[in-house]
């Protein structure tokens, strides 16, 4: 029986922690995959039972909201649940607590597609809800709101061209979900990330890039009164790659 929600315990990293001593935008990305698959392992329906079975889940779209990130060190839970499906979507919700005192640090919801892993031809979502008869909490709902299609309001600009490398890729064979939170920090418009406290980031996955391929970085950004928000783009040969963006603000000194 799926537990619901499953709730991981764990802390802040050195190597999770970027130069201002908190989480990376990738490390909480990272947490999140690992905790849908441990929970999906946990009952015999995780990444390798879903291939055995014909089917892969895919990420589409992520959406992040950070009211306070966590920091080095610090110990965490992080708390994950299927939310069920609408349409050809499948949803997850994720939050992050501080375990000292139940604060909520992050919330967040993905939307995946379930694929033929071999056609890469689109699958119902109920497949893999006959296949595997876990049941979903249709009623457990988060603070962030779903994942949308979007567009940046302002022209893009190029801003570089980056190369999959070895190291970014995964098992999939194709660049993994948590390095576009990095293309996003790296490449945001006026020092990148480094001035930067981002509140909510959001990434549209919309054609993978796969080992050795370039892709060609657009950026652009558009003031706020407290800070900005940032939009990073990637496209390759075969079309868009990606969108990232992230609502930011400048840092109390």
């Known amino acids: ?66 009211y306070r990130a966590p920091e080095l060190g610090e110990k965490i839970a992080i708390k994950t649940w299927p939310r ?34 071999v056609e890469h031809k689109i699958l119902r979502p109920q497949m893999f809800e006959d296949t595997f008869r876990l049941g979903f909490d249709l009623e457990l709902t988060t603070s962030c709101p779903d994942p949308k299609k979007w567009a940046p309001p302002v022209p893009t600009a190029p801003v570089a061209q980056v190369t999959v490398n070895h190291s970014d890729t995964d098992w999939n064979h194709h660049l993994n979900n948590t390095v576009y939170a990095d293309l996003l920090t790296d490449y945001m418009p006026d020092g990148q990330a480094f001035d930067k406290r981002i509140v909510a980031f959001a990434i549209e996955f919309m054609r993978e890039a796969l080992p050795l391929e370039t892709l060609d970085i657009a950026a652009c950004a558009v003031p706020t009164e407290v800070g900005g928000e940032s939009y990073v783009v990637g496209s390759h040969e075969r079309g868009e790659c990606f969108r990232a963006k992230a609502l930011w603000k400048r840092p109390i000194l």
């Not at 050809?88 to 033929?116: K, M, N, P, W």
């Open 1 to 66: 029986m799926l537990t619901n929600p499953y709730v991981w315990h764990t802390h802040v990293t050195t190597y999770d922690a970027g130069p201002d001593q908190t989480m990376r935008l990738s490390s909480i990305l990272k947490l999140q995959q690992e905790v849908g698959e441990m929970q999906l392992a946990e009952v015999n329906a995780g990444y390798r039972d879903q291939l055995k079975n014909g089917m892969a889940f895919v990420l589409t779209r992520t959406n992040v909201e950070i």
């Open 84 to 117: 069920g499906t609408k349409g050809a979507q499948f949803f997850r919700c994720y939050e992050i607590y501080a375990e000292a005192d139940g604060q909520l640090l992050t919330s967040s919801v993905s939307a995946f597609a379930l694929v033929d892993p």
